[in-house]
Antibody, heavy 122, light 107 residues
């Protein structure tokens, strides 16, 4: 069965960095686009970043562009999110999510991880 | 970025009621719209994709319609397990966006 397990969350000071990981299993990871989505406490969902199946193209929300980097290691079935220059408004639960179909285009998300909490605070 | 406006932001309904949630896009997105259900403390669950396609395993009381800029999620007969927050999402462009959510509460 498909499993996505995030790790790497925690408390970090403003201006600091953090790297999130998402370990995938139960499907052919190298065939699917993958996403990061976040949810601030008590707020709605915000798409963060998308990476194509082969890592050839990456897309970001304006709110994180230039500060966050999405990447993947298909040999390790793992997705990453490198977060730099963190701000208080980046505080959220971060989810990784799998694209519905193995196509290059962005697709809706049929599987999500359980989420990892990132808190940016001094 | 394409903006999605959901309405209402919240509603109260009883078990057995028919519930309709709307989602309006700031520009045409063809049928590139999905609907998710989220319960407190849980990850969202995909209900509908391509505006009207029911995800595998989702009860048939859920249905979606629309194209272009106006979309609807309908729950034909609300069940106790359907009390949750619902989000629309567009995937017409690579800058994906979500609507603000609709919280469905028990009347």
């Amino acid at each position: 069965q498909v499993q996505l397990v995030e790790s790497g969350g925690g408390v970090v000071q403003p201006g600091g960095s953090l790297r999130l990981s998402c370990a995938a299993s139960g499907f052919t990871f190298s065939s699917y686009g993958m996403h990061w989505v976040r949810q601030a406490p008590g707020k709605g969902l915000e798409w963060v970043a998308f990476i194509r199946y082969d890592g050839s193209n990456k897309y970001y929300a304006d709110s994180v562009k230039g500060r966050f980097t999405i990447s993947r290691d298909n040999s390790k079935n793992t997705l990453y999110l490198q977060m730099n220059s963190l701000r208080a408004e980046d505080t959220a639960v971060y989810y990784c999510a799998k694209g519905l179909e193995p196509v290059p285009a962005a697709m809706p998300f049929d599987y999500w991880g359980q989420g990892t909490l990132v808190t940016v605070s001094s | 970025a394409i903006q999605l406006t959901q309405s209402p932001s919240s509603l109260s309904a009883s078990v057995g009621d028919r519930v309709t949630i709307t989602c309006r896009a700031s520009q045409g997105i063809s049928s590139a719209l999905a609907w998710y259900q989220q319960k407190p403390g849980k990850a969202p669950k995909l209900l509908i994709y391509d505006a009207s396609s029911l995800e595998s395993g989702v009860p048939s009381r859920f249905s979606g319609s629309g194209s272009g800029t106006d979309f609807t999620l309908t729950i034909s007969s609300l069940q106790p397990e359907d009390f949750a927050t619902y989000y629309c999402q567009q995937f017409n462009s690579y800058a994906l966006t979500f609507g603000g959510g609709t919280k469905v509460e028990i009347k």
